[in-house]
T-cell receptor, first 112, second 109 residues
Framework: DAGITQSPRHKVTETGTPVTLRCHQT?????MYWYRQDPGHGLRLIHY???????DKGEVSDGYSVSRSKTEDFLLTLESATSSQTSVYFC???????????FGQGTRLTVV | SQQGEEDPQALSIQEGENATMNCSYK?????LQWYRQNSGRGLVHLIL?????REKHSGRLRVTLDTSKKSSSLLITASRAADTASYFC?????????FGKGTSLLVTP
């Protein structure tokens, strides 16, 4: 399995609090992605990174920010969590845009 | 939306039958990829087809790509109960990898 770890795996937080999810890889892959998965919506891209300090917005980026200060870590921050951000969050990595992506096991986030 | 769109949304078949899922997209692509997701787990890559390819095989999987119609299909032959999962197509747009809503496949013994 590709070396990709998401933490935490589960989290319950209160509305209005900041939350940071971490994606850590040991593969030295250039590209990293954050998705959320909700019933009826499939996987929706939140943010992605194409190199250290190089990030861009995906389809559903409002309310989220990211940082990538080193190759192995891609952090997703919910600046002020809302109930609509209750979801399962997946991180993915790939070595190139024309190669397969590898997924983490997901983080289940509940905002109460 | 930049997502590809799969259809049908859900498919129920019996073991031994073939399963066909379709994916449509809107903009030009370099490649199109298919992934599988077992319940609650991360996605696993199945197959990648490049824009200059028309058909690709991997074991019991056959993927076709029609760039003129902006569509792809995934065929699983001689399905097994273990093929029960959700299947997603994904396309690259710039550096972004965008997924569709998926097809939920149920294979009953």
């Amino acid at each position: 399995d590709a070396g990709i770890t998401q933490s935490p795996r589960h989290k319950v937080t209160e509305t209005g609090t900041p939350v940071t999810l971490r994606c850590h890889q040991t593969e030295n892959h250039r590209y990293m992605y954050w998705y959320r998965q909700d019933p009826g919506h499939g996987l929706r891209l939140i943010h992605y990174s194409y190199g250290v300090k190089d990030t861009d917005k995906g389809e559903v980026s409002d309310g989220y920010s990211v940082s990538r200060s080193k190759t192995e870590d891609f952090l997703l921050t919910l600046e002020s969590a809302t109930s609509s951000q209750t979801s399962v969050y997946f991180c993915a990595i790939s070595d190139g845009v024309n190669t397969e992506a590898f997924f983490g096991q997901g983080t289940r986030l509940t905002v109460v | 939306s930049q997502q590809g769109e799969e259809d049908p949304q859900a498919l129920s078949i019996q073991e031994g039958e073939n399963a066909t899922m379709n994916c449509s997209y809107k903009t030009s692509i370099n490649n199109l990829q298919w992934y599988r997701q077992n319940s609650g787990r991360g996605l696993v890559h199945l197959i990648l087809i490049r824009s200059n390819e028309r058909e690709k095989h991997s074991g019991r999987l056959r993927v076709t790509l029609d760039t003129s119609k902006k569509s792809s299909s995934l065929l699983i032959t001689a399905s097994r109960a273990a093929d029960t999962a959700s299947y997603f197509c994904a396309k690259v747009s710039g550096y972004a990898l965008n997924f569709g809503k998926g097809t939920s496949l149920l294979v009953t013994p």
